[in-house]
């Protein structure tokens, strides 16, 4: 039976404001204004290289709601599931994003308690929603922000699981919002129900306090769970504005890890979001050619490098693009320096 969505996401849309360039939050006058949030980010790419997709999500009833509404419309998003809070306190999430250059490091300060997102329910959405897609991805962003959100995430995962979606599970690890601890023993409990997990060797030795290789780690979540396939990226910062990036993909079915070689020296502009943007890219692969991980690898990779190089969250490249970007990164020979 077709779905009338590929992929439904859960998460907060917050409010980003960055100073201008290299400009210091502690001095500078002005603010750029921005939407992003992990989930968004990941159906807007989606959304960007041809499939449907909405968000699910909670925003304030006044303007900086509609601004967000409207951002999400601009990248092609669905807002068919967003809901309006009407309280007097209604709010959206902030957050400062500082760009870095070497030797200072990017920086982030949050300013996201008790937004509006944080008083979503089931109940505030149709029920038959839950048949709508043929994928539902969140994150542990989504499960580290508040008890209420946490409980929510987790009956949704469960009701979207019965309605026959796959599940994707993003780790996204943040120390700033919960402990280790806490999300190993909160992520433990929903893996049952996951099909596509990603999660950083990092995040999977601190967080789950895996051992051994990254294969052998990424293998065991398949072992211990009906995982069927696992993501791993791997990024090397040599500097804030230089960055290497590559992933491993494992198919426990086909039991092979897929690789590539790695985007070398990516010119980074700014590389939030691009995490999201790979697993936009690898669910795309996924979901657009019947589970072909090398094409999920490609398009993942593709999507993730390109991404640091543009600003804001939100990425802005559709198929051609990503296409063309794949293209030249297997081409050893010799290249245009411009697409015309």
Same mark, same amino acid.
């Given at each position: 039976?077709?779905?009338?969505?590929?992929?439904?996401?859960?998460?907060?849309?917050?409010?980003?404001?960055?100073?201008?360039?290299?400009?210091?939050?502690?001095?500078?006058?002005?603010?750029?204004?921005?939407?992003?949030?992990?989930?968004? %980010?990941?159906?807007?790419?989606?959304?960007?290289?041809?499939?449907?997709?909405?968000?699910?999500?909670?925003?304030?009833?006044?303007?900086?709601?509609?601004?967000?509404? %409207?951002?999400?419309?601009?990248?092609?998003?669905?807002?068919?599931?967003?809901?309006?809070?009407?309280?007097?306190?209604?709010?959206?999430?902030?957050?400062?994003?500082?760009?870095?250059?070497?030797?200072?490091?990017?920086?982030?300060?949050?300013?996201?308690?008790?937004?509006?997102?944080?008083?979503?329910?089931?109940?505030?959405?149709?029920?038959?929603?839950?048949?709508?897609?043929?994928?539902?991805?969140?994150?542990?962003? $989504?499960?580290?922000?508040?008890?209420?959100?946490?409980?929510?995430?987790?009956?949704?995962?469960?009701?979207?699981?019965?309605?026959?979606?796959?599940?994707?599970?993003?780790?996204?690890?943040?120390?700033?919002?919960?402990?280790?601890?806490?999300?190993?023993?909160? =992520?433990?409990?929903?893996?049952?129900?996951?099909?596509?997990?990603?999660?950083?060797?990092?995040?999977?030795?601190?967080?789950?306090?895996?051992?051994?290789?990254?294969?052998?780690?990424?293998?065991?979540? $398949?072992?211990?769970?009906?995982?069927?396939?696992?993501?791993?990226?791997?990024?090397?910062?040599?500097?804030?504005?230089?960055? $290497?990036?590559?992933?491993?993909?494992?198919?426990?079915?086909?039991?092979?890890?897929?690789?590539?070689?790695?985007?070398?020296?990516?010119?980074?502009?700014?590389? =939030?979001?691009?995490?999201?943007?790979? =697993?936009?890219?690898?669910?795309?692969?996924?979901?657009?050619?019947?589970?072909?991980?090398?094409?999920?690898?490609?398009?993942?990779?593709?999507?993730?490098?390109?991404?640091?190089? =543009?600003?804001?969250?939100?990425?802005?490249?559709?198929? %051609?693009?990503?296409?063309?970007?794949?293209?030249?990164?297997?081409?050893?020979?010799?290249?245009?320096?411009?697409?015309?």
């Amino acid at each position: 039976m077709k779905k009338d969505f590929d992929l439904l996401s859960l998460g907060e849309i917050l409010l980003r404001l960055s100073p201008p360039n290299n400009e210091r939050i502690v001095r500078g006058e002005t603010f750029q204004k921005q939407v992003g949030g992990a989930e968004l %980010n990941v159906v807007s790419g989606v959304s960007l290289l041809g499939l449907r997709t909405g968000i699910i999500s909670k925003l304030p009833d006044n303007a900086l709601g509609t601004y967000a509404k %409207n951002r999400v419309r601009f990248c092609g998003v669905s807002d068919d599931y967003l809901v309006y809070d009407e309280d007097p306190d209604a709010r959206l999430g902030i957050y400062y994003y500082e760009n870095g250059a070497y030797p200072r490091k990017p920086s982030v300060v949050y300013d996201r308690r008790h937004a509006s997102f944080c008083k979503i329910t089931v109940e505030d959405l149709p029920e038959d929603m839950f048949a709508s897609t043929r994928c539902f991805h969140t994150s542990g962003i $989504t499960l580290a922000l508040s008890e209420n959100t946490r409980e929510n995430a987790v009956e949704m995962i469960k009701k979207f699981k019965e309605n026959g979606a796959i599940i994707s599970f993003d780790v996204n690890f943040r120390g700033n919002l919960w402990t280790g601890e806490e999300a190993k023993e909160c =992520i433990e409990k929903i893996l049952p129900y996951v099909d596509i997990f990603f999660c950083s060797e990092e995040t999977a030795k601190l967080t789950f306090l895996k051992e051994g290789d990254l294969h052998s780690v990424m293998k065991s979540f $398949t072992q211990e769970y009906p995982i069927s396939i696992v993501a791993s990226t791997q990024r090397v910062v040599h500097s804030p504005k230089v960055h $290497t990036f590559g992933s491993v993909i494992y198919n426990a079915k086909e039991d092979k890890f897929y690789e590539e070689e790695p985007y070398h020296n990516i010119e980074v502009v700014d590389r =939030i979001g691009s995490g999201d943007a790979y =697993i936009s890219g690898a669910l795309y692969g996924l979901l657009a050619h019947d589970f072909d991980c090398q094409r999920a690898l490609e398009y993942g990779n593709a999507t993730s490098a390109v991404k640091n190089t =543009i600003p804001g969250d939100l990425p802005s490249c559709g198929l %051609n693009e990503i296409d063309r970007i794949i293209k030249n990164h297997k081409n050893t020979g010799i290249q245009s320096e411009m697409d015309r």
